[in-house]
Every structure is written in structure tokens, then in C-alpha cells.
């Protein structure tokens, strides 16, 4: 039976899978005729509480580009960059 962790590791999937979208170029968009429609991924929150809020964003994100995908959009999504640190830089 496999077992499951009980904690996050990282390691064991996000070179795995970020290798995959580089490969199949996910984060890559050429401009051409179609019309352009972009999203821009906040990154995952260190807090636990707001980082299913940002996850519930990123599954709408990723509703909303497959569906301008199928509409012909040149649909590109990447990943963004931490906007605020809050969590990090707050002193208790």
C-alpha cells in the first residue's frame, strides 16, 4: 500500500512537474492573430489560511484560460511573483 505523507514536500513534485510545463512550453506564448488573454498566478501563501484562498483563485484562474483556450484565445498563464510578504515581514 502506498503511503501517503503527512507533510508537503516540495521537492518530490514541483521540479518534476515545473520541468513538464518548461518542456511543453506552458509558460510560453507567441504573439499571432488570435486575441491575447493572459492571467498572472499569485504565488502560494506561507500562511496556511490565506494560501487556500489563493487556491481557490488559482482553480477559477485555470477554469477561466482552459476556457479561452477552447475559444480561441491565445491563452497564456503564468506564474506570478510574491506581491506583499506580509506574512513574512509582519513582526508578532
Not at 36 to 54: E, Q, S
Not at 62 to 76: E, H, T, W, Y
Given at each position: 500500500?502506498?503511503?501517503?505523507?503527512?507533510?508537503?514536500?516540495?521537492?518530490?513534485?514541483?521540479?518534476?512537474?515545473?520541468?513538464?510545463?518548461?518542456?511543453?512550453?506552458?509558460?510560453?506564448?507567441?504573439?499571432?492573430?488570435?486575441?491575447?488573454?493572459?492571467?498572472?498566478?499569485?504565488?502560494p501563501n506561507v500562511t496556511g489560511v490565506l494560501h487556500m484562498g489563493h487556491m481557490l483563485n488559482n482553480t477559477i484562474q485555470d477554469v477561466l484560460v482552459r476556457r479561452?483556450?477552447?475559444?480561441?484565445?491565445?491563452?497564456?498563464?503564468?506564474?506570478?511573483?510574491?506581491?506583499?510578504?506580509?506574512?513574512?515581514?509582519?513582526?508578532?
Amino acid at each position: 500500500m502506498l503511503e501517503i505523507a503527512t507533510k508537503y514536500n516540495p521537492q518530490t513534485t514541483e521540479d518534476k512537474w515545473y520541468s513538464y510545463w518548461l518542456q511543453h512550453k506552458y509558460f510560453h506564448s507567441e504573439p499571432d492573430t488570435r486575441t491575447p488573454y493572459t492571467i498572472v498566478i499569485p504565488p502560494p501563501n506561507v500562511t496556511g489560511v490565506l494560501h487556500m484562498g489563493h487556491m481557490l483563485n488559482n482553480t477559477i484562474q485555470d477554469v477561466l484560460v482552459r476556457r479561452a483556450r477552447m475559444l480561441g484565445f491565445n491563452a497564456c498563464w503564468v506564474p506570478g511573483t510574491d506581491h506583499a510578504s506580509i506574512a513574512t515581514e509582519a513582526n508578532s
